[in-house]
């Protein structure tokens, strides 16, 4: 016999390997399908959240910068004026100098720093009382460059350095540069004056000393001021125009004495390079920017101390949080991936070693010792593990830069040594001198025995299932919140696994019974079919395999689904409406003249106006409890309301009478302020204004903590709120509200966005993989069990042929054999994912990737659970007439001969 170095008999090796090439080709398969899948997976996500976090960034824009201010210098005289600074320029480098070596780890993830400071708003009074003006000075590496086309670059006002200037004087001359587009707009050219005032009508003295073009208009500085540019819609308000005008290192002293000593602010910002950001820096410099803003200095200090202030620490908590979501979820689907795949491998190695059967006895009966045909099988299933794990790895290498290992671990340990051990326990009993026991006693022993071995391995499946239940529901998936990953991400397989324990106890008692039934029948047919499906009934691998497949691709389909209505919703409550119009302050008084145009624009449905109030300082007992105050008119809202999947607005009663709490819908995350709990308004000058709350509120605008009252009631209680929100729903409602405003939100743009953000796309993705997935190797499994018991059943009905079965009543039987397995997998395993979805998903933190304020509802994917539940039936009916065609070809005489189908 031909040997190798390792005394393995090669030839026996390549003869099994070619005699079983369809058995090794599946579970090649399976490993490389999953392969391709877990290697992939792990790093797609870790490039995700790095791309999630550039997103974040990018999105928050302002609110992710990281800015230092502090007052300028006292500028008092020495006889009772104020002296001009020509060193202020000087002084907000310095400021920004002495910030960079406070900033540690997030000088790396920054930008070059930029020195703003801006004059109050002033309003043009030319005629058009919609136009604004500000003077704002920007200084950076590149100045930020423009180029003189007209004029000159602002000089200073006086011809001395320093001038002391009265308190009391005219308004003291500033000069300042205009773009083209500016200048244009406004009809000036250099020397011009430009006739502006203050917001309590004081003129003041701006002249124009020339006109610039940016040399770089993306210039990032230029983001602080937008309107240095080009005039800029709405920043003061529906309706107004602002244009800026740029100050340089001469003119900033001259524009601080134009306004009061504290009017100018000195600042310097640090923009995040989202570029250059990844999700492990993120992790690192959110420590140091809490760090920062615990050691900076109060912005109540009146003293001129450097104060830091952003919310950049925020938003990377905020992202954080679902990019810790999303990998929590993509573990729970790669679990049930690899779990179900291990599952396949089993059943491929059961029908490679029962086909395998006779050969293994004969070489055991020849004298091949256990050691050696387990080498050989070991080496057979150790070069088709690492042949096809190998070709995943490099498939999914076209995807991913590397690919992740330890995903890969259970399923190619797996298909290592699941032949050989199935393979070395056939040998072993088919040449075991071991023997049934001829006492009664001692069989009954032995078969309490395995079933206390069978009941003690289903009770450890049952307690790891119920404590990673419990640890989901206690402590949730997500790190930072003292969770851990592993454990509750395996909730829903073990879920699935411990049903199908279940559904195991359950097939052999309903195969029994409709067996019973058969026998009192007349059918033969019934009987046969009736007996062969109770005979394969109590398989263990085929029942676990197929129906935990088909209940975790219904999982699988019920989160995506669940995840993709959560994403409308979540628009619907943050926007209230098909879109919404934020009004500034300063011009609320125009919001019923704007809600009206807009309401007669074609489209519109529904109009309603309120006002909105961020972080008002309710007081519930003797906390402060901020919340959103909104005020509108009931009627006009609930009918804006009707238009919407949004939940109705309760009933408001009117108010007892003067002096009595307003009534109120309150909303609280906490959920701890009753019907009737009592909260206070303060106000300015005046006793604080009572409320009752009367019943819940909806989540106006997405916020969690809202007191929504009636118009009508607050001007009872004595206070007139002017609205500055207006809602619209109809087909036209955004074209209507662009149209009439600049400050707009529009529900299917903000759920598009959502929708296609870095970790909400790969999650769903991932979903829509892992259930096709999960379905193909439940059709896998299914085909594999039945080529485990074809010889057995062909067999057996070819026997039957001899007595006279046809072979359509012959195909009629085996389908009967086929089928409470299928219908099993059909009814049982959707029922019992969507089961696993409503006990498992809201700990899964689903809402921190759809952005509703709660859990989403669960939704059920019905034609998806109908394609699940009819693949396995139709896969009945395409493997019996399969079969069936491939024993045709066997006479009868040679079945009675050999023994064998």
Known sequence: MTRCGLGLHAASIRGRARADAGPLLLSALVVAVVSVLAGAVPVLLRSTADEAVRQAVRSAADQADVRVE???????????????????????????????????????????????????????????????????????????????????APAATPKQADVEVPWNGPPWPVQAGLSESGAAALGVK???????????????????????????????????????????????????????????????????????????????????????????????IAATVVALKASSGSSANRGTAAHWQTQLDFVLREVQDQIEAATAQASVLLTAVSVVAVLILLLAAELLVARRAPALTVARQRGASLVGLGGELLLESVLVAALSAGIGGLVARLFVPSVAGAWLLPVVLAAVLAGPAFGLVTADRATRDRRVPANRGARRRARRTAALRRLTLEAAVLAAAAIAVVVLHQRGVLPSAGGTVLLPAAAPTLGVLVGGLLLLRALPLVTGLVLRRALRSSRPLAVFGAARAASVSTRALPVLAVAGAAALAAFALTLSTTAGTGLTDGAWRAVGADARVDVARDAAGSTPELAARIAAAPGVRHVATGAVTDNAPFIVGDA??????????????????????????????????????????????????????????????????????????????????????????????????????????????????????????????LERTRRHAPLVTGLLQLAWASAGTLLALGL???????????????????????????????????????L??????????????????????????????????????????????????????????????????????????????????
Do not use: C
């Not at 030319?126 to 920007?138: E, I």
């Not at 125009?241 to 002293?253: A, I, M, Q, V, Y």
């Not at 959707?830 to 696993?836: I, R, S, T």
């Open 190 to 284: 250099p020397g011009d004056r430009l006739r502006v005032a203050d917001d309590k009508g004081n003129p003041k003295d701006v002249r124009i000393s020339g006109v610039f073009r940016p040399r770089d208009p993306a210039d990032p500085a230029w983001r602080l001021a937008p309107w240095l540019l080009n005039p800029t819609s709405g920043s003061d308000g529906t309706g107004t125009t602002r244009f800026g005008g740029l100050l340089s290192d001469e003119s900033l002293p001259d524009a601080r004495l134009a306004f009061g000593r504290d009017d100018m602010t000195r600042t310097v910002r640090f923009s995040p390079d989202p570029d250059v950001l990844t999700w492990d820096s993120a992790q690192r």
């Open 780 to 818: 896998l499994g299914f085909a594999l069990s039945a080529a485990t018991g074809a010889q057995d059943r062909w067999q057996i009905l070819s026997r039957l042929r001899t007595l006279g079965l046809r072979p359509r009543e012959a195909r009629q039987v085996a389908a009967a054999e086929l």
């Open 820 to 901: 409470p397995l299928a219908l099993l997998a059909a009814v049982a395993g959707p029922l019992l994912g969507v089961v696993l979805a409503q006990l498992t998903l809201a700990p899964l933190g689903l809402h921190l990737l759809t952005a509703q304020t709660e859990d989403p509802s669960l939704v059920l994917p019905w034609l998806g659970l109908t394609l699940v539940a009819a693949a396995f039936p139709v896969m009945v009916a395409v493997l019996v007439p399969a079969e069936a065609a491939v024993r045709r070809r066997r006479r009868l005489s040679e079945i009675l001969r050999v023994g064998g189908a």
């Open 624 to 749: 402060e409890r901020p919340a959103r105050l909104v005020v509108v008119d009931p009627a006009s809202f609930r009918q804006l309301l009707a238009d919407t999947p949004l939940p109705q607005l309760p009933s408001l009663p009117a108010p007892a009478g003067a002096g009595s709490a307003v009534p109120a819908l309150v909303r609280s995350a906490a959920g701890n302020l009753p019907i009737g709990s009592t909260l206070r308004l303060p106000q300015d000058g005046a006793p604080a204004i009572p409320f009752t709350a009367v019943g819940g509120a909806p989540a106006i605008d997405g916020a969690e903590e809202v007191v929504l009252v009636d118009a009508a009631a607050m001007t009872a209680a004595g206070v007139s709120v002017p609205p500055n929100t207006i809602w619209i729903t109809g087909p036209g409602a955004a074209q209507a509200a662009h149209a009439n405003a600049a400050t707009v939100t529009i529900r299917a743009d």
């Open 70 to 152: 502090a007052r300028w210098e006292a500028d008092d005289g020495f006889n009772g004026g104020r002296m001009r600074n020509p060193q202020l320029g000087a002084e907000l480098f310095d400021l920004a100098n002495r910030s960079l070596t406070e900033l540690g780890p997030l000088r790396d993830v920054l930008q070059p720093p930029v020195g703003f400071s801006a004059a109050p708003t002033l309003k043009v009074t030319d005629g058009s009382v919609l136009r604004t003006f500000q003077l704002d000075y920007l200084s950076n590496a590149s100045g930020p460059a423009v180029t003189w086309i007209a004029g000159s």
